[in-house]
């Protein structure tokens, strides 16, 4: 089973939790499985102190855009990783299916399937729970060594992106220079822990 190559725009709870630090995070989450394009406007809390965050990532030219609206500038940093499509994978297992909410009545429950595995390239381990019907995201677990455990919960989901110029670069972004050698490459984990 898989996540179908959709488009998505959903809004999204992340928390990052480790024994040194505490991160809680509210985005916007859009997701381009075709053209291999993400974009997360965030509002969060790191070690009780609050932040925003906007940035485009764009697995094709392997660039990362952060977008600073206030003031209509954007860095632009190399982007290390290829694109994670949202899919179960083929060689994961199915731990159950559950209702979410009761089945006491109609509409009252939400039919889920919750799947575990490897990371890519054993990096770490997941664990996806998505509906039956549609394998729309609910929520995702993943453990690596590096940074712990990570968990996104998905709400709101909405197939197809209401404003596809959104996974563009604003003009303002268009004259943002890569300075070689200036900036370690990001990963789509990594960019959490350096934003704060």
């Known amino acids: 089973m898989t996540i179908k190559a959709l488009n998505l725009e959903t809004h999204m709870i992340f928390l990052q939790s480790t024994q040194k630090e505490n991160l809680w995070v509210y985005a916007k989450y859009l997701y381009d499985a075709m053209g291999q394009r993400i974009r997360l406007m965030e509002l969060g809390t790191y070690e009780n ?5 906007d940035v485009l990532l764009l697995y094709r030219e392997a660039t990362m855009y952060e977008i600073h609206r206030h003031n209509r500038t954007c860095n632009k940093r190399p982007l290390k990783g290829d694109f994670q499509p949202m899919v179960i994978p083929k060689d994961a297992s199915l731990l159950g299916q559950v209702i979410l909410g ?6 009252e429950g ?3 399937n919750t799947w575990t595995g490897d990371l890519p390239e054993k ?3 997941f664990m996806s729970t998505v509906t039956e019907f549609g394998c729309i995201p609910v929520t995702t677990v993943f453990h ?6 990570v968990l996104f919960s998905y709400f709101d989901n909405v ?3 209401l404003d596809p110029q959104e996974l563009n670069p604003p003009a303002y972004c268009q004259h943002a220079e890569m300075k070689a050698g200036d900036e370690e490459p990001v990963d ?4 959490f822990n350096n934003k704060h």
């Open 188 to 191: 789509f984990f990594s960019l």
């Open 110 to 112: 939400l039919l889920v």
């Open 144 to 149: 690596t060594d590096q940074f712990g455990w």
């Open 102 to 107: 009761s089945s006491s009545g109609p509409g």
């Open 123 to 125: 990096a770490g381990k």
């Open 159 to 161: 197939i197809g992106i």
């Open 49 to 53: 102190k609050t932040f925003s965050y």
